[in-house]
Structure formats: C-alpha cells, structure tokens
C-alpha cells in the first residue's frame, strides 16, 4: 500500500491449543514487514480461562517494539473485581490501549450483567474494546447494537458479520450506534474479487470511517487479507482510512 | 495438475448485476488460467416463474453438449414440486448431468427433509450422481442436517457448500464422520479453513471450489496456496479429490 500507514487492527502473539507453534513477536513483526504493514494492535490469543501469563506476554511484545506494537489488554469477565483491578492497572501503568473480550472463548454473553463493568472501566479509562462477535451464540451482532448505546462514550470494535450490512440497509440505526466500528477479518471475496462487505463501503452504504483492516495473524493470513483489498476497487481516501487512520485516530496514535 | 473448480454458476439473470455467462466465456476464462473443468449449475435467479429451474437446466444441458468434458453440470431442482421434481432429477441424471443442487435457504427447505429432499436423494442413490448443498444457515442449511442426509444415504457422494459457511466446525466434523461426505472450500474463512479440514476430516475430503461468477477464482486458489500442507494435498485439494468422485459416478453409470 505505497504512500499509506498499514495498521492491522487485530493480531494476536503467544501460545494456543488453537496455533500450530508458539507465534512470538518476531514472527509478527517478520510477517508484517513481509506484507508492508508499519504497526499491528496484539493481544493474548484464545482460549483462557486465565490471560495473565498471556497479558504479560503481550507487555512484553509491545515494549520490545514499542513503535510497531499497540496492547489490548484481554480481560476475562469472569474473574470479576480481580480481573477489572488488573485491566485498570494494565492501561495506566503498563501502556495497553484498549481491551480485547472473546465472549465464545470465555463462555459468556455479552448481554450478561458481568460485561457492564468492563464497559463501564472503558468509558472510564477512555479506550476502546474489540469484541470478537458473529460466530456464536454467546455474542450475536444484535446483541452489540443493543448494548452499544448506553455506552455511547466507548468505542467498540467487532467483526464485521452481518450487522455491517444491517445498518447500511437501516440508516437511523446506524446514527444510534454510532460508537461501532468494524474490523475487515474474514474477508472472502465475491465476484471479480471485490469482497462482498467492502463493496458496501465502495457503494458508500457503509461509511469507510467505521472500517478498521485486520488480519488476526496468526489465525488469518495477510497476504489473502491484503490481497482482497487490493482487488476490491477502494477509492484512494476509503483505502487510507480504513488501512490506518481510522485506528490511529481511535487511540489517539 | 489436475484443476477443477468444484462449485460454480453457469446460467441467465445472475444476481446483484453480475451478467450472464456464455459457455465460450467460461471456456475462455478457463483457458486463460489452466483450469481443466468446472462443476457448475444454476443460479438463484435462474428460477423461472414458475419456481422451477427448467429453462435454466436446459441452457447448462446444452453447454454441457458443446463441452462434455469441461462442463460438468449439477441440476438444479427445487424439491417442492415433489414428484415433478423426482422426475426431473430423473430426466437429468439419464441426459448426462452429473448431479443435483440443492439450496435449501433459497427455496425454504429443510436439508434432511424426508418428505421434500429424501425421494431426490433415493432417485440419485439408483441413477448414481453428486449431491450438493449450499450450507452455512443456521435453520435449513446446517451442515448437521446434510450429515443426516449422508446418513441415510451412504452410498451417494455429498457435497457441503462452502465448508458450511460460519458452521464451519460441525461441516468438518460431519465430513470427518460420513465417508461420503466432502467439503467444499468456496467462500470458506481462509487458508486456515483449509489446513483444519485436512487436518481433522482427511485431505481426500477437501476439495476447491470458488462459487464463480459470485466468488473469485484467484481468490480461492490463493487460499488453497497459502495453506500449509504438502504440495502433494493442494494438488488434491485443487482437483485431484474431485476427479476421483468424478470417476466414480461414472463407473456407476
């Protein structure tokens, strides 16, 4: 992407049952600079229950490349109080950015009472959180759009799924949740390559500044990610803000 | 390299202005790559008026005619017109198709239903042929269902659409369970997708597929690339698994 910073919104560094290998920061920052991607937002990988070792794990990424690598501190609301203290502590003295929740790894609805503190800590800490959403029944779309506007100072962050198509098709809707943005991981394509969700930002029915690249590295693979990008006709402008200004101007880069 | 593209369109009115092939353009499009044949059938807007396919089947009939080893044709049939139904996937596995499709969200159906799908399926169970379902809804087209269907049908060779869309996981288990189920890899999340099918349902039950016209060729190819597995299981993936069922039916014949 010549004359754009690439920032990857979501990718992930340590160890899971769900990777192959152990996938280290190195691996990270090799892959990005394979695929021309200037920084990345990390965070611990699935499953927990626990995300300390893995938390500390992130700190320690980020601070080895603390010009590459932005934390998001993984919180399992599960651990309640204890949990919250951590998260506190992980953004004001460990420099994490923003929070990451994974309601199907971590077994619980986000509609639950357990998420509300958390949002609450956000709006507190001013920072954003990134829901991992769509695949469950643990965190549909529509149970974000109905929890999205008693938080309307937090920013939230999910996987495009079908919520992206909703609010194009109902645009009062998309007034009310206006704190969502949407992260571009799984991207697949359509006709002529151009992937069926960014033809909505093409179409100008989604609007580019709620649109953030990822790639979930290690899960997703950049090369297949970047390369969807470049075969789905994004205008100049659009392609500048959703490969990076939009998360640049989300944590304040 | 055996290279065939295991589930694509070919017919009149294609959706959200996407235009209508002509056989010589598939033909060419196929030149243009390698690609030595493709399994295709009509589209959702081929349905004629009166909620039938036939028009749409005679047209895949007839460029089926002109290229019998490169257009390999799937019926599609809307198993609500029961015994006209029966019938026709009577007509077209004796003239030379290779199959059925069936879409169960499009024309409101339960997969397994024994009273819609169940008298096809017996008819392709007697004439020998493939069975392909769309997947990836939760009511109608889960991947569990079409496990039913294998169930109760094991000697006919079945299909799962696109590695049954965010069903992902239960469409490998069903695959890894069913000797006669494969899974195809079209609109599926990524490489990932593809190492976790060979992984757990065996390489020999993976094969590529790129919803053409709707989904992107390249894009789907590079996802088969980008996996890692042996270049021993991409070529496989890519055509040899297919091919091999190919053979089958026709020694059934």
């Known amino acids: 992407m010549k004359g754009m910073v690439v920032i990857d919104a979501l990718t992930y560094v340590g160890e899971s049952v769900y990777l192959k290998r152990r996938f280290t920061a190195e691996d990270l920052i090799e892959m990005m600079d394979t695929n021309g991607i200037d920084m990345a937002v990390v965070t611990a990988p699935p499953p927990g229950p626990d995300y300390q070792r893995a938390n500390e794990g992130v700190y320690e990424a980020v601070r080895k490349y603390p010009d590459r690598l932005v934390g998001f501190y993984k919180i399992n609301p599960w651990f309640k109080e204890a949990e919250l203290e951590r998260a506190e502590r992980a953004v004001r003295e460990w420099g994490f950015r923003g929070f990451k929740l994974d309601p199907k790894d971590d077994s619980f609805h986000v509609g639950t009472s357990i998420v509300k503190p958390v949002m609450e800590l956000a709006e507190m800490l001013e920072v954003p959180i990134f829901f991992q959403t769509g695949d469950s029944s643990f965190c549909p779309p529509e149970a974000i759009a109905f929890m999205a506007p008693s938080f309307p100072k937090v920013t939230i962050i999910m996987s495009h799924t079908d919520l992206g198509v909703r609010l194009a098709t109902y645009p009062r809707l998309s007034e009310d949740l206006k704190n969502i943005y949407f992260g571009t991981y799984p991207l697949r394509g359509g006709h002529k390559g151009i992937d069926r969700f960014l033809r909505l930002i093409t179409s100008r029915t989604i609007d580019p500044k709620r649109v953030v690249f990822t790639t979930e590295m290690p899960f997703g693979h950049p090369k297949f990610e970047l390369k969807v990008i470049e075969l789905s006709n994004l205008d100049e402008e659009a392609k500048k803000l959703i490969m990076g200004e939009n998360i640049k101007r989300i944590l304040r880069l | ?253």
């Not at chain 2, 290279?3 to 060419?28: L, N, Q, S, W």
């Not at chain 2, 039938?52 to 609500?80: C, F, Q, T, V």
């Not at chain 2, 029966?86 to 007509?91: I, Q, T, Y």
């Not at chain 2, 190492?195 to 989904?215: L, R, T």
């Open chain 2, 1 to 253: 390299m055996v290279y065939i593209d295991a589930h694509t369109h070919f017919g009149k009115g294609m959706p959200a202005g996407i235009p209508p092939d002509r056989v010589e353009e598939c033909i060419a499009m196929m030149d243009r790559i390698g690609m030595d044949a493709i399994i295709t059938t009509p589209p959702y807007a081929s349905i004629s008026m009166d909620r039938s396919y036939d028009e749409a089947n005679a047209l895949l009939s007839e460029a089926m005619r002109k290229w019998p080893k490169r257009i390999l044709g799937l019926a599609r049939i809307n198993p609500h017109f029961r015994g006209r139904a029966v019938k026709r996937a009577e007509e077209a596995l004796q003239s030379g198709f290779w199959g059925i499709k069936f879409h169960p969200r499009n024309e409101a159906f339960p997969a397994n239903s024994r009273e819609l799908v169940f008298p096809i399926m017996r008819k392709v169970e007697e004439l020998g042929g493939l069975v392909l379902f769309h997947t990836g809804g939760l009511v109608y087209s889960h991947p569990t269902l079409v496990g039913d269907v294998a169930d109760n049908f094991p000697e006919v060779p079945i299909q799962i659409g696109h590695l049954g869309g965010r069903f992902e996981d239960d469409a490998i288990l069903v695959a890894k369970w069913f000797d006669n189920v494969i899974l195809d890899t079209s609109f599926c999340r990524g490489p990932r997708s593809i190492e976790k099918a060979v992984e757990v349902a065996g390489v020999e039950k993976v094969v590529y597929a790129s919803d053409y016209p709707q989904g992107s060729i390249e894009l789907d190819t590079l996802k088969v690339e980008l996996a890692e597995i042996s270049k021993r299981d991409k070529a496989l993936i890519l055509g040899r698994n297919i091919k091999r069922i190919l053979d089958t039916i026709r020694g059934m014949r």
